[in-house]
Each structure stands twice: as C-alpha cells, then as structure tokens.
C-alpha cells in the first residue's frame, strides 16, 4: 500500500512594515478558509514597532495579532536585516514550515526569504516581479533577491513577468493573480470613517476637509525625499505652492517628521494651508483618499489604492514599480518638478484631471486565487487531502 504523502508543516507569514499588514491580511484569511492547508502562522519582525504603525492597523484590517514579535525594531539596513535573520532562524527552526510566504519589498521581506531559502524551505513571494530599475531604492535591492530566492512568485500586474524572465527565473514559477493589496481595499472600504471625523478625531477642524474646493492627502517618506535636506525642502516647496490651489492633509510618517524636525524645516510648512496629521489607522486613510480630489504621495501602495479608487495621484517620484498605474489608472508622476506638479493640480480642480480604468484582476479577490494555487502546489487538492485523511 502507498503511504499518504507527509502533510505539510505551517505556512508561516511574515510581516515587518505597515504596508505589509494589508497585503497580508487577506491571504492570512484566505488560507484559513481552506480547511486542506496547514495552519497559517503569523510571524512579525518588530520592524516597525509603533502602537500607530501597528495595533490600530491590525485591527482595522480584521487581522488577529501575530503568533510571534520577533521585536527587531530600526537599525541600519545591514543591523535591521541581520538582526531580522538571526531572530526568525530559531522560529524557522522549530516551526519546520512547510513553506515561507513573504510580501512586498521591505527588509523583513528580503530577511526572511535568505533565511528560509538556504534552510530549502519553500518561499512565496506576493507582489513578485515589480521593478523601478532604481537601485538607489533599498526597496529594488530587496524584489531583486526576493524575486531570486522564491520558489513561488505571485504577481499583481503583466508586466512583472517580463521582469521576472530578464532576470531568468523559470516561467513556471510566476504566477498572475491580481492584487491583494486592493483585497484589503475592495473589503473594508465601506467601514472607512468620513475624512471630517478623522480630523476631529485628531482635535483639529472639520472645516479642514469641508471646504467647497475640496482636499488633497500627501504622504511622503521615501529617503530619495526625505532623507535630505535639499530635496526635503524642494518637496515642501512644491507642497507649499500646490496648497495654495487645493488645502493639503498630511499625515506624517515618523522619517519624515524626524527629518522635517533635524533640518529645521518646520517652518516652511508655517502659514499655508498644510495641515499635519500623526500616522493615521488603515481606514481613517482610505476615508481620507477615497474622498481627496488628489494624493500626492511617494508610497508604492498608495499608487495602487488610488488607482483602485479613481482618485487623481501625483507620484512625487520620477520612476515607478508599478507601471500599470499609469498606464491603465490614475497615477502620474511628478517628481519634485514644481511646473509639472502644478500643471496636474490644476487640471485636477479644474476637471476632475486623469481617468483611469481598474487593472486586470485587482478585483478583490487575488488571495484566494493565491490559496487555491499554493495549495495545489503544495500536492494538497481537496481530493488528495481526503485520501490522505480516509
Ligand atoms: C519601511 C520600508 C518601506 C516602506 C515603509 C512604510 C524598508 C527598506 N523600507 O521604510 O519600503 O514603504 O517602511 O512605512 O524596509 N520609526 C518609528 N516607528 C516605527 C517604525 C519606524 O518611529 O514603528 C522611525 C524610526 O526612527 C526609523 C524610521 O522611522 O528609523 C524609519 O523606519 P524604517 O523601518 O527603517 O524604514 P521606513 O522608512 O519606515
């Protein structure tokens, strides 16, 4: 008689930084709803460790807190991916998982897979293949290895596979299946609080976002913006100007902040029509863009969402991952070029600015495509798990 195959050990998951919460939530809930999977278990490095950055965004987005904190918190890039490394090996270890499930591009993401790939555990990457052909972006570096080192890679739009087969990874590995970013999105968009809420919640006017000409959302955090003061004040610049045809709502990531403060910039954001925000929960900030006339922001997901929204985004960037954004929705970029930037704004208030149409697939149903996928891959089909318990 032929032995049933071994079941495998848990899908582990790993998230590290805030836009990983909700590209992982759907797929942590898609895995549980098949009941032939092994347990999902949910791994977080502690990369990001704020209550704000956090907790709040855990609950939002419906997802149970992580079995383990591995509590990596900052560092340099070299201290935070190590430290990230040396902690999730022991975990690895003793949970013998029967594959990794890694998302998107942060230092956990890269982390985790070198620790898994080199123990010849299977890694899954979700939002494979997306390339800026920026290497100066920490994030390029991290796809670039991820992309390298997955067995399995999920992809949100056509064009990651031609990424993917530059770089020679075998066509059967990839796999298109739409994005579970805009799971999350698609899913919880109705919950979101009206942007006037959000800012009477912070203890600032409602007036803010109530006004007749509308509001735009900024976000900013990326280094190549931030991390310097000459191009952090050349970002502020364009803001200061762009707010004199559209009021701003800016919550501040904590990089920014610090820099905004290091440099002694805070007074360039004094009299205009900017108002300043702590880092916002998941639906407080699909309320506050899905109502915008525009985002300005140099976030990746971000680009995403407002696609999905139909919302006008300037991307304060001069390349993208995530080409399809432009192609096919709402996104154009801007850089810190002042001209151009203002050129959008005012098309935008005048006619509503870029139409776009939503991509292919981004239809909120990307995560269980990915758990029917990797559990056929896995060799547990319904039927062969049926004979494996008979
Ligand atoms: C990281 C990701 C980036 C992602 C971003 C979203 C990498 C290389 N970068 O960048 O891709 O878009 O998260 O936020 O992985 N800090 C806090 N509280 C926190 C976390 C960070 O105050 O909870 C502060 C610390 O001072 C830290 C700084 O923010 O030094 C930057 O955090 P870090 O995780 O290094 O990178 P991010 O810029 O957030």
Redesign the pocket.
């Known amino acids: 008689m032929m032995s049933a195959p071994p079941i495998p050990g848990p899908i582990v998951c790993v998230v590290?930084?805030?836009?990983n919460y909700m590209k992982m939530a759907p797929l942590f809930r898609a895995f549980a709803l098949r009941a032939e999977l092994p347990r999902a278990v949910l791994i977080h490095t502690g990369?990001?460790?704020?209550v704000?950055?956090?907790e709040r965004l855990f609950a939002d987005l419906e997802m149970p807190a992580p079995d383990r904190n591995l509590e990596v918190?900052?560092?340099t890039?070299a201290v935070?991916t190590a430290e990230v490394m040396r902690r999730f090996e022991p975990a690895v270890d003793e949970l013998r998982p029967g594959c990794v499930v890694v998302v998107?591009?942060?230092?956990?993401?890269l982390a985790c897979s070198l620790v898994a790939v080199k123990k010849g555990i299977p890694v899954v990457h979700v939002e494979a293949g997306l390339r800026s052909f920026d290497r100066a972006m920490?994030?390029e570096i991290?796809r670039i290895l991820t992309d390298q080192m997955a067995d399995l890679l999920y992809t949100t739009e056509r064009a990651a596979a031609d990424n993917l087969l530059r770089e020679g990874i075998p066509g059967e590995r990839i796999r298109f299946v739409g994005n579970v970013m805009i799971d999350s999105l698609l899913r919880h968009r109705q919950r979101a609080p009206v942007p006037a809420d959000t800012l009477a919640q912070a203890g600032l006017p409602r007036s803010v976002v109530e006004g007749a000409a509308g509001y735009g959302v900024v976000t900013l955090?990326?280094?190549s913006n931030v991390d310097d003061a000459g191009t952090l004040r050349e970002a502020l610049a364009v803001l200061r100007e762009v707010a004199r045809r559209l009021p701003l709502v800016w919550p501040v990531?904590?990089?920014a902040r610090?820099n905004i403060d290091r440099f002694g910039l805070a007074g360039a954001l004094d009299g205009v029509a900017i108002t300043l925000l702590p880092p916002q929960g998941y639906l407080e900030m699909v309320g506050l863009m899905a109502n915008a006339r525009l985002v300005l922001t140099d976030?990746?997901?971000i680009q995403e969402e407002t696609t999905a929204l139909a919302v006008p985004c300037l991307t304060m960037r001069d390349n993208t991952e995530r080409p399809i954004t432009v192609e096919q929705g709402t996104n154009t970029l801007v850089g810190r070029d002042l001209a151009r930037a203002l050129a959008c704004v005012d098309a935008i208030v005048a006619g509503g600015g870029k139409r776009g149409r939503t991509p292919e697939l981004w239809d909120g149903h990307a995560a269980d495509r990915i758990a029917a996928d990797l559990s056929a891959w896995l060799g547990l089909s319904d039927r062969q798990r049926l004979a494996v318990n008979s």
């Open positions: 590290g930084a805030r836009p990369q990001h460790y704020d704000a950055m956090n918190g900052s560092g890039h935070q998107g591009d942060v230092n956990s993401t920490p994030e991290n955090h990326r280094p990531h904590p990089r610090a976030s990746g997901g």
